[in-house]
């Protein structure tokens, strides 16, 4: 995954706990907005999500960090 894309996903579930506690779960698709402006970023997160690791549709964000953060 390349750099900007993991800034975006840290940053994005460090807000998403900040506004809805510390349970919260995110899906890939909260990293962008809901116009499908970034098809080549979109596809590399998904591959990230799916293919790579087989996570479900949502995954608790303190999780994501963690594994984004270690470089798994």
Not at 17 to 43: H, R, T, W
Request: glycine fraction near 4%.
């Amino acid at each position: 995954m390349r750099d900007s894309l993991r800034c975006r996903v840290i940053e994005v579930c460090k807000k998403k706990i900040a506004q809805k506690g510390d349970n919260v779960g995110v899906s890939f698709y909260a990293f962008f907005a809901n116009k499908n402006d970034q098809p080549e970023l979109l596809m590399e997160a998904a591959t990230w999500w799916i293919q790579e690791h087989k996570l479900d549709h949502f995954e608790k964000a303190h999780k994501i960090i963690a594994m984004v953060e270690t470089g798994q």
